[in-house]
């Protein structure tokens, strides 16, 4: 069952608010480590649909420098994916 879904980009930021405010220090380890993995795996992808739009500013760019100052910005953006992208429950 690897098959993608679309959801809107607001309902996406939705459920990752809700999800931020539950409480689970009195469940099993396990339910909070499926908790952990799965609101990891939601932060991971909007930010990764936020490098994507970082990225895109680099293609509208007008100018050289303005292409440049984007390019900076997509490529501390990923760095900073990159890392977190490594942590573990």
Not at 6 to 12: C, D, S, Y
Not at 16 to 24: A, F
Not at 62 to 76: E, H, K, S, V
């Amino acid at each position: 069952m690897a098959q993608n879904v679309l959801i809107p980009l607001p309902l996406l930021i939705q459920i990752i608010d809700l999800l931020g405010y539950w409480d689970l220090s009195n469940y099993d380890m396990t339910i909070q480590c499926q908790y952990s993995d799965v609101l990891r795996a939601l932060n991971f992808k909007l930010q990764k649909l936020e490098l994507r739009d970082t990225y895109a500013n680099i293609v509208r760019a007008d100018n050289n420098d303005d292409r440049d100052q984007a390019r900076i910005r997509y490529l501390r953006h990923k760095h900073f994916l990159c890392a977190d992208e490594n942590r573990t429950c």
